[in-house]
């Protein structure tokens, strides 16, 4: 049985850091590229960040370019995703996407809410 469980949202004040996890199971996660979405309220769920497989190459919408980070740790089947300098418009649920062809998995999300 697929399980995607993401955690690490909260509330956090503009400037400030969180980093979320996503914790995987009942597929073999190394061969599966792991991204990040995000939904803000209202607005349609978009790409934030992708990391292939082994971590070999990431990719970042160019809104958290410099500020979010994606890493993976297969030997945890865990992805994450390091966010600083957090804005107010980075408030949303993130979502975390397992990809290979014929097969996309996904979770139930983590809010985030940056406000002061």
């Known amino acids: 049985q697929v399980q995607i469980v993401e955690s690490g949202g909260g509330l956090v004040q503009p400037g400030g850091s969180l980093r979320l996890s996503c914790a995987a199971s009942?597929?073999?996660?190394?061969?599966?590229?792991m991204s990040w979405y995000r939904q803000a309220p209202g607005k349609e769920r978009v790409l934030v960040a992708t990391?292939?497989?082994?971590?070999?190459?990431?990719n970042y919408a160019g809104s958290v370019m410099g500020r979010f980070t994606i890493s993976r740790d297969d030997a945890k089947n865990t992805v994450y995703l390091q966010m600083n300098s957090l804005k107010p418009e980075d408030t949303a649920v993130y979502y975390c996407?397992?990809?290979?062809?014929?097969?996309?998995?996904w979770g139930q999300g983590t809010r985030v809410t940056v406000s002061s």
């Open positions: 996407n397992a990809y290979r062809l014929w097969h996309d998995y």
């Open positions: 009942g597929f073999t996660f190394s061969t599966y590229a």
């Open positions: 990391i292939t497989t082994s971590g070999g190459s990431t």
